[in-house]
DNA sequence: GTTCTTACA
DNA sequence: TGTAAGCA
């Protein structure tokens, strides 16, 4: 009752909910490498959790190349302290984006605001009746 | 029928 | 990433 430990393009990208171009962008992208039965790609139990990963970490806003920074520390030092020391970083980093947004939208909220003020009041001015819609 | 590469949108 | 062409 073995686990089977090969699957195909189409058994990955149905897994996943995503599509064979996806897998074969990955790949493009270095962030897997399936094994090669002539032109055939083979993918094994390794490129299944490293495309779980990839998904997983792309949920997160995390780049394609910040993904592969991570797959590759658990390659290559097989170091799962310094992976999650990497993905530690990254994850920093990506709070510290999405808060410099927040910031931004608030700036331009804050000016959609005062200039529907301005418009309101050029429009009291003029008919000479208050235009409160908000 | 399924997958692959290449190229363009 | 989607889509299409031309193969294997």
């Not at 058994?11 to 909910?17: E, H, I, P």
């Not at 995390?62 to 797959?71: K, N, V």
């Amino acid at each position: 009752m073995q686990e089977r430990d090969t699957f195909t393009i189409s058994d990955l990208a149905s897994d996943f909910d995503i599509t064979l171009r996806t897998i074969r962008f990955y790949e493009e992208q270095g962030l897997i490498e399936p094994q090669r039965e002539g032109r055939q790609r083979i993918f094994n139990r390794r490129d299944r959790a490293r495309l779980k990963l990839i998904l997983r970490g792309k949920r997160i806003g995390l780049s394609l190349s910040e993904i592969r920074e991570i797959l590759d520390l658990y390659e290559l030092a097989r170091d799962e302290a310094s992976q999650s020391l990497k993905l530690l970083q990254l994850l920093s980093d990506r709070k510290q984006q999405l808060e410099e947004q927040r910031r931004d939208i608030d700036a331009v909220l804050s000016e959609i605001d005062m200039l529907e003020q301005h418009c309101r009041t050029v429009i009291d001015q003029m008919t000479d009746k208050p235009v409160h819609a908000g």
